[in-house]
């Protein structure tokens, strides 16, 4: 068997933030998961629907990776990325860096990991990589799927292999750092203001608040929009809250952030910011759980409340927004 030594292999909420600790960890830089979250810029919304989908998807982050993409910028740090059209190449990428000493992290598909219990599609899920022996790799996921766990080698060439939404070309990647990084207090302010930035400016109306606006319109037809609402319903609210999201589609993980930001930084736009959305984490659950309820009981009335509340959210995280978007033209105290 080969490992990386020294491998700190706690599981965190999100998936690409637990691969992001794993790697940064073992470079002597240790961040909450919220931090590396904030730090990333990974705060989004999108409303996705289109003919060939069973169910509209409604998403709180930005896409795979660019949360990666956006950390080792910020952080000044050197990200190697290898993808390849070959799977015994993609093989033999990760098994260098391993023996090298230097742990890894992977795009690829959980349907296919031995461990997950869930058998759905999803081509963006992240995992670090410490270890293999003839049979097995063994990873790090969230805490929610065991975090120190093992796959067949198998399982993880056809994970690593799948083709659909999100999925990658055999993706590894790995982090360096060339020299001292930056202080990551010194780095939020960018972080959040470009943030705020994606986030006001939309290109299509499906992203950001225009986005949570299309959404309050749209949900109340949700009954309409599916045959199996027992189903589709409840697996959209569970992917809302406990889908490796930190729960309220991540913005109890952005709330952190601020929270943890407010206590380098004396800012009224950023306590504003942080208020507003401790209130709006709190919405989000309470619209999964509406979502839910509509499923289970196929009363159209929860998902005409759950409309009206999102109408609520757009309007408080566009406030919160503006707010933090203010940052950048503000001289902190702290």
Not at 178 to 191: F, Q, S
Not at 228 to 239: C, S
Request: glycine content about 12%; proline content about 5%.
């Amino acid at each position: 068997m080969t490992t990386v030594k020294g491998v700190d292999t706690r599981g965190a909420q999100h998936c690409e933030t637990t691969a992001l600790g794993v790697l940064l960890r073992h470079l002597g830089l240790d961040l909450s998961e919220p931090m590396l979250f904030g730090l990333g810029s990974g705060l989004s919304f999108v409303y996705w629907d289109s003919k060939n989908m069973d169910f509209p998807f409604l998403g709180g982050r930005v896409r795979p990776f660019e949360l990666t993409r956006n950390l080792a910028d910020r952080l000044g740090l050197e990200l190697e990325v290898r993808e390849t059209g070959s799977a015994r190449r993609g093989w033999e990428n990760v098994a260098a860096a391993i023996d090298s000493g230097r742990p890894v992290g992977l795009q690829l598909d959980s349907y296919h990991l031995d461990y997950f219990t869930s058998k759905v599609h999803f081509g963006g899920h992240v995992v670090a990589l410490y270890g293999y022996d003839e049979q097995s790799a063994y990873l790090v996921d969230t805490e929610q799927q065991g975090g120190a766990v093992s796959t067949s080698l198998d399982s993880l060439a056809r994970a690593r292999a799948a083709r659909g939404p999100m999925t990658a070309r055999h993706r590894s990647f790995t982090l360096d750092s060339p020299g001292e990084p930056p202080a990551p207090r010194d780095r939020i302010v960018p972080a959040i203001t470009a943030c705020a930035d994606a986030f006001l400016d939309p290109p299509i109306a499906n992203l950001g608040h225009r986005g949570i606006e299309k959404a309050g319109k749209l949900v109340p037809g949700w009954l309409g929009r599916t045959e199996a609402p027992g189903r589709d319903l409840p697996q959209a609210a569970l992917l809302m809250e406990k889908a490796g999201t930190g729960g309220a589609l991540f913005r109890n993980l952005y709330r952190d952030f601020l929270g943890e930001c407010a206590e380098w930084l004396d800012s009224a736009h950023l306590r504003t910011g942080h208020r507003l959305y401790s209130e709006a984490a709190g919405l989000w659950t309470g619209v999964a759980a509406l979502v839910a309820e509509a499923g289970e009981s196929g009363d159209g009335q929860c998902l005409v409340r759950a409309g009206a509340v999102l109408g609520d959210i757009a309007r408080i995280e566009r406030e919160a927004m503006r707010a933090l978007r203010r940052l950048r033209d503000e001289a902190p105290a702290g």
